[in-house]
């Protein structure tokens, strides 16, 4: 066995061995048979004989029997050792035969190709017996272990580098031959390439999945035999379920289809089995979450061979994607022809072989061509012959600006305009299709009926000219700049305008001549122009030839046309203009100054008049509520009052006038009764009557509703004005108040009359009645009085209450004034308690502390505000009533005078609010009594912190409800 396995020849049977030892069995035993035949004769020798010779003969039958057993047995493990070897050589797998020696040394006794090619030998050249010492001490307790234990041994991961291998997985197996194993078969396989085979195996599992996923096609399997059910990831995905929580079936797998595909699927799958044939079909399949997805599924019939039984295997794609796209694209496509057929230009389609395939309804309009010629899909010049005979096609105009060549000299765009006889002007345009590789694949021409275009081009020219004569001949400036500032056109006007030639000009840029401090403005100006915001204006200096500079008005339009921007400049020289602004400029600040100054001496004016005015009406009020005086002391004491009142009220005169004329009038709206309003006017103007023969009377339409929301106050002046002017100038008779009113709904017309008995107006004098200083002549000034302010100031109050006013009037006979407003209805009020008293007592006795310079007005007030129960402090500046309100018993309340020497009231108003907030005081009342009734004064004095003015001369009424109204919400604010 082992010179077998050494490869060395083996001798065959020999049958010379055999026959001499069959003869050597037959001389011992003749020579046995002939001793004993001896003496004894022939008889005893056949009888003594018979049975060693029988033994003989049947040892030399065996011994043949055995020997030719023996050669059989030889040629047999011949045949197998030539297998083995065949085997050998022919594994995959490096393999050798290493013989262990008694000492346990290794020697290799053959080696088959694949280890004679791990090993780079050459086929004829013999392996080295002998193993590297680092590679023996690796192998040799393998080996051992094998030869003793008789049984196969695997190592893993063993490095070889005789083979070449870095990590292998080595078997050890023991060859059994006569007495104990020494000759073991080595197997390695190289791990590295089984790995590597496995992970591209792995890698190419990976790229079929997601070239599935990519694609969208799965694969499935399905066993006849067995009804197993495979799918591959991604037919779960087309189905939109999870390969952990799902196991395909047959069943299962028709059900997820769409309930109407489901029986064609079931037929398909049925004939494919029975005809052992495969299937093509389309469906649709309904996934869990109800999404129906359109599907392609293919299958092959396998038949049965060496890996299993019959079965069905194929594809599964999803083709939802795809019908949507087909379908977004049958929907562009039946678009793209709806619109090809609605546009108003012409498209025909000239294929390579120059027929006409396509062409669109207005093409064929325009061509005037037969409806069914391009269904026939003509040759295009049959088209041209045809649109020759009927006139279609018209004459060339000439232009070389409508050809296009590329590099080659090649038409890119070919385009042409031909008249026809009609006078209608089409355009043709040609475009070549080109491939991916730039050869031509036919033409797309385009029709354009431009004749409408043709004729505004025409008239844009027309008018461009007749625009540019009116721009070269105006002595405005007409510049045309592109975005960036450069000049398209500057109109001759430049030249008287700065001085500049058009060359000059055009080299230098008007943007150059800017002055410094103009610049700004004027780039913010032109960059604020947009589409949304196109036109723009600045004001600003240029620069003139001569060195000065120049006032100019620039207008500003953005204009766009096929995308180019330009921008249009008007620029006007306004030098004498802005010349007069300033001129104006200073002017209004001379008649602000002027008005100040007016406001002031106004001011000035209503205090002085009105402090020594406060102090006579106060002291004829005082007066006059002597029971002691005798009736001509009443007499002559009423006369003073009614100088005082007239004065009073020109003062009043001049002052509301100065208030008009400066818009500072404000009317209110308030309830009021009317006939209360009208009574209360007749018992004033009473007392200008008085010692005349004249009457006074109130006249109200029975069906005239009573309350109005209007200003009372100015509409009490408008009466009093009138009816005191129908007093003055009727010696005897009477004056009548009468009011009416007209029209329905919610806002009504108020009429209110001042009928008298006068002396008249002369019809030329009634045109001016109611101007500024306006009277009938200066005799009437003269002997009547008056300042001509009156009628003037009653006008306009009635027309800031949205009204009118006018006259009627006969010498001799009498006069009628008369206004009208518009009063809206108002619910009716409680009227007030009427004037009140100056002895009448105070509701309670207060505190009271009186700051005031003026010694008469200090008496009178004082007596008035003590006669009513009060008890007054008074001091006679600002100063000392900080120092009061700070150290004397609290106060109820201050009458706090403005004007006056050293600390005024403002400023000790201010004094004391700000002592309330530092030693956390109450609010003390701060009433305002000034001679100045301005607005400004009144605004004034409540930014001060006073909460409020009473004018003088005082009118006590409104004093003592200013002072109880402040007293009563102080005394609610107590805790």
Excluded at 38 to 59: F, H, K, Q
Excluded at 67 to 79: E, V
Excluded at 208 to 213: H, P, S, V, Y
Excluded at 439 to 465: M, N, P
Aim: charged share 25%.
């Amino acid at each position: 066995m082992a010179d077998f396995f050494s490869g060395r020849p083996r001798p065959a049977f020999d049958p010379w061995g055999a026959g001499l030892a069959a003869l050597v069995v037959l001389i011992l035993g003749g020579w046995q048979i002939g001793r004993r035949i001896g003496p004894a004769g022939a008889e005893a020798w056949a009888l003594d004989t018979a049975i060693p010779a029988g033994l003989v003969g049947v040892a030399v039958c065996a011994l043949v029997g055995l020997a030719l057993a023996l050669d059989r047995r030889r040629r047999s493990l011949a045949a197998e050792g030539a297998l083995f070897l065949g085997l050998f050589e022919a594994a995959a797998d490096p393999q050798i035969l290493v013989r262990v020696a008694a000492d346990g040394s290794p020697r290799i006794v053959r080696a088959n190709a694949a280890a004679r090619r791990a090993a780079a030998l050459p086929p004829d050249r013999p392996f080295a017996e002998e193993i590297p010492p680092g590679e023996a001490q690796a192998m040799r307790p393998n080996l051992a272990e094998a030869v003793a234990t008789g049984a196969p041994v695997r190592v893993e991961g063993q490095s070889l580098p005789l083979f070449g291998l870095g990590g292998a997985d080595v078997l050890y197996v023991p060859v059994r031959g006569p007495g104990a194993p020494t000759l073991v078969c080595v197997t390695l396989h190289d791990l590295a390439r089984l790995r590597g085979a496995e992970a591209e195996a792995r890698d190419a599992t990976r790229l079929l999945a997601m070239a599935e996923q990519v694609a969208h096609v799965g694969h499935w399997h399905v066993s006849l035999a067995t009804d197993a059910v495979i799918w591959s990831d991604e037919v779960y995905r087309i189905h939109g379920l999870d390969p952990a929580h799902f196991t395909p079936t047959l069943a299962t797998g028709i059900r997820a289809y769409h309930p109407d595909d489901r029986a064609r699927v079931e037929e398909c799958i049925t004939a494919a089995i029975r005809d052992r044939t495969g299937f093509e079909i389309r469906l649709r399949i309904v996934r869990p979450d109800g999404d129906v997805r359109d599907v392609f599924a293919c299958g092959i019939y396998q038949a049965a061979g060496a890996e299993g039984g019959d079965s069905l295997f194929g594809v599964f794609a999803d083709l939802t994607d795809r019908k949507q796209v087909e379908r977004a694209l049958a929907d562009k496509s039946a678009l793209l022809e709806a619109t090809l057929e609605s546009i108003d230009q012409g498209l025909m389609l000239i294929a390579a072989d120059g027929t006409v395939p396509v062409a669109n309804h207005r093409a064929i309009e325009i061509l005037r061509l037969p409806p069914g010629m391009i269904g026939q899909r003509p040759d295009y010049r049959a088209v041209r012959r045809h649109c020759r005979a009927t006139g279609a096609w018209g004459v060339l105009i000439q232009d070389p600006a409508h050809w296009h060549l590329d590099g080659e000299r090649r038409t890119t765009d070919l385009r042409s305009e031909r008249r026809r006889d009609d006078g209608s002007v089409i355009e043709i345009r040609s475009l070549p299709i080109l491939d991916g590789k730039g050869h031509g694949k036919g033409y797309v021409q385009t029709l354009t009926d431009i004749t409408d275009r043709r004729l505004a081009e025409t008239r844009l020219r027309d008018s461009e000219a007749r625009y540019r004569l009116l721009a070269d001949h105006t002595s405005d400036l007409i510049l045309l700049d592109d975005p960036n500032g450069r000049h398209l056109y500057i109109s001759p006007a430049i030249t008287p305008m700065l001085g500049y030639s058009l060359d000059e000009a055009n080299a230098a840029g008007l943007r150059t001549l800017v002055h410094p401090e103009d610049i700004a403005n004027l780039s913010a100006t032109l960059h604020a122009l947009a589409p949304a915001r196109p036109t723009g204006s600045a004001v600003y200096r240029l620069r003139h030839k001569d060195g000065s500079d120049i006032w100019v008005e620039a207008a500003f339009r953005r204009i766009e046309e096929h995308g180019n921007v330009q921008i249009i400049h008007a620029i006007r020289d306004v030098t004498e203009r802005q010349r007069q602004e300033l001129d104006l400029e200073r002017a209004k600040v001379a008649a602000e100054a002027g008005a100040r100054v007016k406001a002031e001496f106004l001011a000035n004016m209503s205090h002085e008049l009105r402090t020594p005015l406060t102090g006579m009406l106060g002291v004829h009020d005082l007066l006059m509520g002597d029971a002691a005086l005798s009736v001509s002391q009443k007499r002559l004491l009423g006369l003073a009052q009614e100088s005082g009142r007239s004065l009073l009220t020109i003062v009043n005169d001049i002052l509301d006038f100065s208030k008009i004329e400066a818009g500072q009038l404000a009317v209110e709206s308030l309830p009021f009764g009317l006939r209360a309003l009208l009574e209360g006017c007749r018992e004033l103007s009473v007392e200008a009557a008085r010692g005349r023969a004249v009457t006074v009377s109130v006249e109200v339409a029975p069906d005239m509703p009573d309350w109005f929301i209007g200003d009372p106050t100015r509409l009490r002046q408008v009466v009093l004005n009138l009816a005191t002017n129908a007093i003055k100038f009727t010696t005897d008779g009477g004056v009548t108040l009468r009011a009416r009113c007209s029209g329905a709904g919610a806002v009504p017309l108020v009429t209110i009359e001042v009928v008298d008995t006068g002396i008249g107006i002369a019809p030329d004098a009634l045109p001016h009645l109611f101007e500024r200083f306006a009277q009938a002549d200066g005799s009437i000034s003269r002997q009547y009085g008056g300042t001509g302010l009156g009628l003037a100031i009653s006008r306009r109050l009635v027309r800031l209450m949205r009204g009118e006013i006018g006259a009627t009037s006969r010498i001799g006979e009498g006069s009628t004034f008369w206004f009208t407003l518009p009063l809206p209805l108002a619910q009716a009020t409680e009227g007030g308690s009427g004037r009140t008293a100056l002895t009448a007592p105070a509701p309670l006795a207060r505190r009271l502390l009186l700051a005031e310079d003026n010694p008469i007005n200090q008496e009178i007030i004082g007596t008035v505000l003590r006669q009513k129960g009060h008890a007054v402090t008074v001091v006679g500046d600002g100063e000392r009533a900080v120092s009061a309100v700070a150290t004397e018993p609290a106060f109820d309340l201050v009458l706090m005078d403005v004007q006056m020497p050293g600390q005024d009231g403002l400023a000790a108003t201010r004094a004391i609010r700000q002592a309330e907030a530092d030693e956390g005081r109450r609010r003390l009342p701060i009433v305002a009594l000034t001679a100045n009734a301005m607005a400004e004064e009144i605004a004034r004095c409540r930014a001060a912190g006073m909460d409020a003015h009473v004018a003088k001369p005082v009118d006590w009424t409104l004093l003592f409800a200013a002072i109880d109204g402040l007293l009563s919400r102080a005394g609610d604010a107590r805790p």
